[in-house]
């Protein structure tokens, strides 16, 4: 009989990390100004990029419909976090970018990833953190770093 854990059980480890940091960033933002930022604007703001973008390419980039990116866009527009502006070379086309409310919340989201990261190192010691990430950069592709996580876990 084995005493390793049973295979199920890293996926959800590792989910639960992952969701363990997500809320305490989350919680975090709230106080620093951000109360009202959900887990999947954070993909949102990284796929918008310093460039900007447009709908279509932000729903293929997230792997949701064109029609679920416009309502998210419409959200965070309604926040305060984006605006859309017709692009200079394409008239036709309307890009959306970060305000600077949207910037102000991605600096302090690195800055509380930071200081989560070194709770994390306090609590597992520094060494172990960084065998732990050096393990997962070993085991998770390139490939998998993609920000099509919203549209993957619902299936899109």
């Given at each position: 009989?084995?005493?390793?854990?049973?295979?199920?059980?890293?996926?959800?480890?590792?989910?639960?990390?992952?969701?363990?940091?997500?809320?305490?960033?989350?919680?975090?933002?709230?106080?620093?100004?951000?109360?009202?930022?959900?887990?999947?604007?954070?993909?949102v703001f990284?796929?918008?990029?310093?460039?900007?973008?447009?709908?279509?390419?932000?729903?293929?980039?997230?792997?949701?419909?064109?029609?679920?990116?416009?309502?998210?866009?419409?959200?965070?527009?309604?926040?305060?976090?984006?605006?859309?502006?017709?692009?200079?070379?394409?008239?036709?086309?309307?890009?959306?970018?970060?305000?600077?409310?949207?910037?102000?919340?991605?600096?302090k989201s690195?800055?509380?990833?930071?200081?989560?990261?070194?709770?994390?190192?306090?609590?597992?010691?520094?060494?172990?953190?960084?065998?732990?990430?050096?393990?997962?950069?070993?085991?998770?592709?390139?490939?998998s770093a993609?920000?099509?996580?919203?549209?993957?876990?619902?299936?899109?």
């Open positions: 009989m084995s005493s390793d854990p049973p295979g199920y059980e890293l996926p959800l480890r590792l989910l639960f990390g992952f969701r363990s940091l997500i809320d305490d960033l989350h919680t975090e933002l709230a106080k620093q100004g951000h109360p009202d930022v959900r887990p999947m604007h954070g993909f990284q796929a918008i990029g310093p460039q900007g973008t447009t709908a279509v390419e932000l729903g293929r980039t997230l792997g949701v419909t064109k029609q679920a990116a416009g309502k998210t866009i419409d959200a965070l527009e309604r926040l305060g976090y984006v605006t859309r502006d017709r692009d200079p070379s394409d008239g036709r086309r309307m890009l959306v970018h970060l305000t600077d409310q949207g910037l102000d919340c991605l600096a690195a800055r509380i990833f930071d200081r989560l990261r070194s709770q994390w190192a306090e609590t597992l010691g520094t060494e172990r953190l960084r065998a732990l990430e050096e393990d997962l950069r070993k085991v998770a592709s390139p490939e993609r920000l099509d996580l919203p549209g993957w876990f619902s299936g899109s």
